[in-house]
Each structure stands twice: as C-alpha cells, then as structure tokens.
C-alpha cells in the first residue's frame, strides 16, 4: 500500500535582521482519520494562525495574534481558507487524473510566502508546489512565470502562465501586500519573536555499539550549530546533521549523529559542540576507557559564551521524505491562496 508523503516544515534558520512569512498548504486523500486539508502561516517558523478541514475556521495558533486582530480579519481569512480548502481537494483529483491514479493514499501540497532583512532591506519571495512529495511546479518570481518538472504539470504551467490577472497579483502580492503583512506580524509579536531561549543538549546512545546522538531542543530563534570534537580537533567523518523540527510551543530542535567503533570511544575523546546566540554548549561522554556506557541521556553543560553565530543566511529549504516537496496545481485559476 503506497504510504503518505508529508513534508517537514521547511523552517527558515532565523537571525538578526532576517525575517520570514510563510504558509503551508496540505491537502490529504485516502486518510480517513486525518483532516483532508490543512493551512499553517508561520512567522520566523513560529507558528501564529492554522486552519484544517475538520473545524473549518482560522485560528490563531500565538497569544500575540488572537490580541492583535479582530473577528473581520479572521471571518476573512476563514474565507480565504474555505476556498483553498476546494481547490486543492479539486487539484488531488485533477492530479490523480494526470498520472492515472485511481486509490491510494495522496498528498497535494503548496508553500509560498516572503523573506525580509530589516538590515539591508533585501527581499525575496517563493511559491512552490508538489504531488505525493514530488516537486510539480515553482514560480520564477524574477520571471514572473510557473515552471514544472514533470509533464503532468505543464498544462497547469501554461494555463497560469497565459492568466494575465494572476501573474498581476502575483507580483504584487509577493513583491508588496506579503512584505507589509510580514513587517506587521513582527511588530504584534515582536517580544516574542525578539526572545533568546538557550538549548538543552543531550547526547543519547542505546548500547556501546551504537552510534551516539547529540540532541539540542528548546531553543529559540532556530540558527543553531552542531558540530563534533575528536580529541579537541573538529571531527567531520560519520556524521549525519538532522533537520530543523518545530517543537510545539515555538521552540526548535535538530540532531546530529556520529557514528563510530567501540574501541574508537574508548581510545578517544568525543565531544557535542552546540553554539546558539554566542553560548556554546558541550556535551562529553563520560569515562571512554570503560567497555560500556550508560544508556539514555548526558546532559551536556555549558562551557562558555565565546562563539557568536555567524550571522549568514541560510537559503530557504523544503525538507521532503522524497526527492521533491509539494503539490499538483489544477485546471482553476488562483483563487485565494495569497493570504494576508
């Protein structure tokens, strides 16, 4: 039985003077016990309205939000999510329809939105789009015209291409209204989104065979970096970076794991680096002469406030199970999924 394909949030790594707004769409069919359609806005990954297809409503997911905006707001963007809501469970059968699908479980989804630096002033925009978690089309916002992969989503490329009223409020959404909504959703969070939460670094491992894993959790903002030390030296051979996961409450977490031989540990010291907002954490595994380590978590301990995060900009990143991320587009024109 073929199985869903969800992407990852694809959170942008947030720091001084970078900001972002975006929106993720998520239509379902074959899911019974899942909600059909799925909306989440987030602001600097931090997730502030949501919307899905059982209660039929936009709600705000932050304190900040339900006391900045008022009922007309929210009955319109309701409405806004009503109509998105129809045309993506139209464009799971219009794709079902294209690559000759009949069951089965399908996902049909769509992420856009817009980057701001209150530093430079330096703006950026994207919409993209996938089927069962395979890339099907991405507008060229340089260009102003949709591209797709795949020959299921070249009609759709050409039909949007050839709407002269979309690729018109295209352009101005995203080079414009996305920009001003996104400078006024940092004022109303603003000491929310301005907060520093330090991570807490544990290093997990189920037996001295197994490999070892550094997991920094309850951080915020979400630029956070994991490296590894052999012997005090930087340590690059088998490791693998996780990716970047919300937590719940608007937090951050992300792994990384190193995987090397018993006598490897014991012949060696090995240390967790984490370094969020200029603190560094370290976590180092106890006793490495011994034949056998305890298993579950070391808490790591904070070293020093000596490494600042390189201020740099990380590109945005959709995670996808699969090669690609998102939705199929349909034979409709857009209408309505630029939101506030």
């Not at 000491?191 to 037996?207: G, I, R």
């Not at 920094?216 to 903002?221: L, Q, R, V």
Request: aromatic share 12%.
């Amino acid at each position: 039985m073929q199985s869903a394909v969800f992407l990852f949030f694809g959170i942008h790594l947030v720091y001084a003077g970078k900001h972002s707004l975006q929106y993720f769409f998520t239509a379902t069919s074959g899911l019974p016990n899942f909600p059909k359609f799925v909306s989440v806005g987030l602001v600097d990954g931090q997730p502030f309205t949501y919307y899905d297809s059982n209660i039929r409503r936009e709600i705000p997911r932050q304190e900040w939000m339900a006391k900045s905006e008022g009922e007309e707001y929210w009955d319109r963007e309701t409405q806004t999510s009503n109509r998105a809501e129809q045309r993506f469970m139209n464009s799971i059968e219009v794709a079902k329809y294209r690559f000759n699908q009949t069951g089965g479980v399908h996902t049909f989804q769509e992420m856009y939105g817009c980057e701001w630096d209150d530093q430079t002033g330096e703006t950026n925009a994207f919409r993209l789009e996938g089927y069962d978690g395979d890339d099907f089309l991405s507008e060229d916002l340089k260009e102003m015209r949709y591209i797709s992969p795949v020959l299921q989503g070249f009609p759709t490329a050409q039909k949007w291409n050839n709407d002269k009223a979309l690729i018109d409020n295209d352009k101005n959404y995203f080079s414009t209204e996305c920009i001003e909504w996104l400078q006024k959703y940092l004022q109303y969070g603003k000491n929310s989104l301005q907060k520093t939460v330090s991570p807490q670094v544990s290093l997990l491992q189920k037996d001295p065979s197994s490999p070892v894993t550094c997991h920094a959790t309850g951080f915020y903002p979400s630029g956070v970096t994991i490296t590894w030390m052999k012997n005090g030296q930087d340590h690059h051979e088998d490791v693998e970076l996780g990716e970047l996961l919300p937590n719940e409450d608007g937090t951050f977490q992300r792994t990384s794991t190193l995987r090397v031989t018993p006598d490897e540990w014991k012949n060696n010291e090995f240390s967790c680096v984490v370094e969020h907002r200029g603190e560094t954490i370290r976590g180092i595994l106890p006793d490495n002469s011994s034949d056998s380590f305890p298993i579950g978590i070391i808490v790591g301990v904070v070293v020093a406030l000596i490494l600042l995060i390189v201020s740099g900009v990380v590109g945005f990143v959709l995670y996808r199970r699969k090669k690609g991320f998102k939705p199929v587009p349909q034979n409709q024109s857009d209408d309505g999924s630029n939101r506030s």
